[in-house]
C-alpha cells in the first residue's frame, strides 16, 4: 500500500464522505450505472423479501440463514459503492478547493484598448467572449482569456498548487491567463475568451469531481463483456435450479437447494469483484493523472496514453534544458585563446540572456578574466536586434561584434575585410557537433568562434531507453538544421528526429504514422503547433500556451513541463494494466469458486460429487456462506490495488500482460481455496 492510499485511508473527513456517498449510491438510478453490481442490488432485495415471507411462515430455507446471506449481499453493493466513493473522494475534495477560487470579482470593462479611462466596473458574472478588461497589481483575473497588451507576474497556485509566480505576456506562447488567478505586479489588459460556466475552471471542477467522467470505449466493452458473463451464469443458475428440482421429484424428495442458496450462487460465480472495481480503477486513474497537475478533458485521452507507441517531443525544454551554454572558445589565425575570450566576455556584459551570461561565466571561469568598471572604460553595447542579428561593443576606438557565422561574414566583407577559412571550418566542425557557433570579430577582424552547445537533460537518455524497452518510439521535433538535429538527437538517444519542423511537417508526419496504425503523442503550446495537436491521439497542450493549443488538446499540463509527456504515458499505461490484471483475477475467481463451491453444494443430492470435494468444506450452507463472505471481503481487500495501480514496470506489451495474466490470474485461482476453507473453519467453529 503506498503512502498515498494510506494518506486516504487514514483521512477521517475523507472516509466519512466516502462513507456518506457510499449509502447515498444504494439508489436505484446510481446502481443501474452498472449492471454487474446491479444484479447483486436485485439479488440483495429478493433475499430480503424473501426474508421477510419467511417470517410469516412462508420459508425457502432457514430464517436465519435467509437473513445471513441478505446482509451479506447488502455489504457486497455497500463495498462496491465504498470503492468508487473513495476513488471519487480526491477529486471532490480536490473540486472543493477550486470551487473555492471560482469567485465572483468585480471587473475592469474597457470600451476600447485605445481608451484606458474609459472603465466600466461591471460583474465577473456577466463578461462575455471578446470584453477587453484591465486587470492591475493584486487583482483577480476575472475570467480566461488572451493577453492583448502588457507583461505581469500572475500568481497561479489555486490552479498548479504552485507558489513561484508565472510570467504572462502579450504576443508568443505565454498569453493566455485563466481566471481565478491574481496579478501580482504591473499590469494586463485581457481578452475574455470564455463565457461564465464554461470556464476553465469549470472544466477542472468537473472533471476532476467525475461529473463530466464518460466511460471510455474499452470500458464499456469490458461491461459489455462482464454482463454477457452474468447472463450465461443467470441461465446456468436456472438450470441447476430445474435439474435439481427434476432430480429430487424422481427420489420423491423435496429440492434441498433454496433459492436462496441458488441467488447467492449467482452472486458467487458473477464477476462481481471487477464489476464492483471497474468504475474505480477508472476514476483512480484519472485522478493520478490529476495528482500529475494535467487535466484530461476525456477518459478515451488516458487509455489512448496507455496505447500510444509513437512519441514526439520538443527539442527546446525537454530533452535540452532550454537555453544553450557557452562551453569553448575556439580561436583562428594565430589569436590565443585569451584574447578571444576576453573579447566576446566585453560583447556580452550587457547581454542578458542565458547564452550571454554563460560566455561572461565561462571567461571568468577558465581565464580568470573578471568584469570591467564601466566608469575607467566607458562601453557602448550594441544591443542584439532581429535586423542585425548580432551585438557587441563599442570603447576606446574598438569594435566587437558577436553573431551567426554568415552574418559576421557579411560585416566584415561589407567593411572591405577577408574572412577566416580557419574560421569557416571551425563552424562547421561546431555545428557538426550538434553546437551553435557564434563569431566574434574585433575590429572587422576574425578572432574565433564561442561553442554554444544545447545542454542534454540529464536522466533522459535513461528515460528514452525505458520507452523503448516499452516498444515506444521516440522523436525530437526542432527547428534545428539537419546536422545539429542529428547531432542532438544521437546525444539524447531519441530513435528518430524532425528538423526544420514546420507546422505542417508535424501534421504530416503525425498523419503518417496514423495511417500505419500508430498512435501518436505530442506536445505543444504555441498557436502553431494547434494542428498537429488537433490530429495527434494523445495531446499535451501546455497551461502557458495559447488558447488555440489548449482547446485543440486533449490535455492539459498545469504545470507547463514539456516532459510530463513521458509521466502521461506511464499512467496511461498502468490504467490499463490495472483493468486487465483485475478483470484477470476476477474470472480466474469465478472459475475457482466454482469448482470450490459447486462439489460440497450439491453433495447431498449426489453422494458422488464428494469425490470432488477436494476442500472438504463441512456443509451446504457453510460452502455457499464461505463463499459469499469472501466474494464480499476481496473487494475491500482489493480497492488499494484499485486506487493504486498495478506497479508499472518498462517492459513490452507482451511481456507485461504475459507476466500479469500469470500472476492474477494464479493468484484469482489459489486465493478463494485458501480463503473459502479458512471462512468455513471460522464459521463451523462459530456457529455450525
Not at 500568481?155 to 496579478?183: F, M, N
Not at 566585453?346 to 542578458?352: G, H, I, Q, R
Not at 523503448?468 to 531519441?494: F, H, L, Q, S, Y
Amino acid at each position: 500500500m503506498t503512502t498515498e492510499t494510506k494518506n486516504i485511508l487514514l483521512n477521517k473527513r475523507l472516509l466519512s464522505r466516502a462513507l456518506k456517498d457510499s449509502i447515498l449510491k444504494f439508489s436505484p438510478i446510481d446502481q443501474s450505472k452498472n449492471p454487474v453490481m446491479l444484479l447483486v442490488y436485485i439479488s440483495a432485495i429478493l433475499t430480503s423479501i424473501l426474508w421477510i415471507i419467511s417470517l410469516f411462515g412462508i420459508k425457502d430455507a432457514s430464517s436465519s440463514y435467509t437473513l445471513t446471506i441478505a446482509v451479506i449481499l447488502w455489504f457486497t453493493v455497500l463495498f462496491a459503492n465504498f470503492a468508487e466513493a473513495i476513488a471519487e473522494g480526491k477529486g471532490k475534495a480536490q473540486a472543493d478547493t477550486l470551487r473555492a477560487a471560482k469567485k465572483d470579482v468585480a471587473a475592469n470593462k474597457l470600451i476600447s484598448i485605445e481608451d484606458l479611462d474609459n472603465i466600466e466596473v461591471v460583474s465577473s458574472a456577466i463578461l462575455q467572449k471578446g470584453d477587453l478588461v484591465l486587470v492591475r497589481a493584486g487583482e483577480l483575473i476575472p475570467a480566461d482569456g488572451e493577453v492583448i497588451e502588457g507583461a505581469a507576474s500572475v500568481d497561479e497556485s489555486t490552479i498548479t498548487g504552485e507558489s513561484a509566480p508565472v510570467i504572462r505576456e502579450s504576443g508568443g506562447d505565454r498569453s493566455a491567463v485563466t481566471g481565478g488567478t491574481v496579478v501580482i505586479s504591473d499590469a494586463l489588459i485581457i481578452k475574455v475568451s470564455s463565457i461564465p460556466g464554461e470556464s476553465f475552471l469549470d472544466k477542472m471542477i468537473a472533471m476532476v469531481e467525475g461529473a463530466a467522467r464518460k466511460k471510455t470505449p474499452n470500458e464499456l466493452a469490458l461491461q459489455i463483456f462482464l454482463v454477457a458473463l452474468s447472463i450465461i451464469f443467470i441461465l446456468v443458475t436456472l438450470s441447476l435450479y430445474t435439474f435439481t428440482s427434476f432430480s429430487a421429484n424422481l427420489v420423491g424428495e423435496r429440492n434441498p437447494i433454496s433459492v436462496t442458496t441458488l441467488v447467492a450462487l449467482l452472486v458467487c460465480l458473477a464477476p462481481t469483484t471487477i464489476g464492483a472495481l471497474l468504475s474505480a480503477i477508472g476514476i483512480a486513474g484519472m485522478s493520478r493523472l490529476n495528482q500529475a497537475n494535467v487535466l484530461a478533458m476525456s477518459g478515451r485521452a488516458i487509455e489512448a496514453a496507455g496505447d500510444v507507441d509513437i512519441l514526439m517531443l520538443d527539442k527546446t525544454g525537454t530533452i535540452t534544458i532550454g537555453n544553450r551554454q557557452a562551453t569553448a572558445f575556439v580561436p583562428v589565425d594565430g589569436v590565443t585563446v585569451e584574447e578571444l575570450a576576453d573579447a566576446a566576455q566585453l560583447s556580452s556584459l550587457a547581454d542578458e540572456t542565458p547564452e550571454g551570461r554563460s560566455i561572461v561565466i565561462l571567461a571568468k571561469e577558465a581565464f580568470g578574466i573578471r568584469g570591467r568598471s564601466m566608469k575607467e572604460q566607458p562601453l557602448h553595447f550594441i544591443p542584439f536586434s532581429a535586423k542585425t542579428r548580432m551585438s557587441g561593443v563599442d570603447f576606446a576606438g574598438n569594435e566587437i561584434r558577436k553573431g551567426a557565422a554568415e552574418v559576421i561574414k557579411t560585416y566584415i566583407q561589407q567593411q572591405g575585410g577577408t574572412y577566416s577559412k580557419q574560421c569557416e571550418e571551425a563552424v562547421r566542425q561546431i555545428a557538426e557537433k550538434g553546437g551553435t557557433p557564434l563569431v566574434v570579430a574585433k575590429n572587422f577582424r576574425v578572432l574565433g568562434v564561442i561553442y554554444l552547445k544545447d545542454i542534454v537533460k540529464q536522466g533522459v537518455q535513461e528515460k528514452f531507453a525505458d520507452l523503448r524497452k516499452m516498444g515506444i518510439k521516440t522523436i525530437m521535433i526542432t527547428g534545428d538544421n539537419p546536422i545539429t538535429a542529428a547531432a542532438i538527437a544521437a546525444e539524447a538517444g531519441v530513435d528518430d528526429f524532425l528538423a526544420g519542423a514546420t507546422p505542417e511537417a508535424k501534421l504530416e508526419m503525425i498523419r503518417a504514422f496514423q495511417k500505419k496504425g500508430h498512435l501518436v503523442a505530442m506536445t505543444g503550446d504555441g498557436t502553431n503547433d494547434a494542428p498537429a495537436l488537433a490530429q495527434a491521439d494523445v495531446a499535451v497542450a501546455m497551461n502557458t500556451g495559447t488558447q488555440a493549443a489548449k482547446e485543440a488538446g486533449n490535455m492539459v499540463d498545469l504545470d507547463s513541463s514539456p516532459t510530463k509527456l513521458i509521466e502521461i504515458v506511464r499512467i496511461g499505461k498502468q490504467l490499463l494494466m490495472t483493468r486487465g490484471s483485475l478483470t484477470t483475477f476476477s474470472i480466474a475467481n469465478d472459475l475457482a469458486k466454482y469448482f470450490a463451491i459447486i462439489p460440497a453444494l450439491f453433495i447431498d443430492l449426489y453422494p458422488e460429487l464428494n469425490k470432488l470435494n477436494l476442500m472438504q468444506l463441512s456443509s451446504p450452507k457453510s460452502a455457499i456462506l464461505s463463499a459469499i463472505i469472501y466474494n464480499a471481503l476481496i473487494i475491500i481487500a482489493l480497492i488499494p490495488l484499485a486506487l493504486n495501480g498495478v506497479k508499472y514496470r518498462e517492459l513490452p506489451a507482451e511481456k507485461l500482460l504475459t507476466r500479469n495474466i500469470f500472476i492474477y490470474g494464479l493468484g484469482g485461482i489459489v486465493t478463494p481455496f485458501i480463503m473459502i476453507k479458512l471462512i468455513d473453519i471460522l464459521l463451523d467453529l462459530v456457529i455450525f
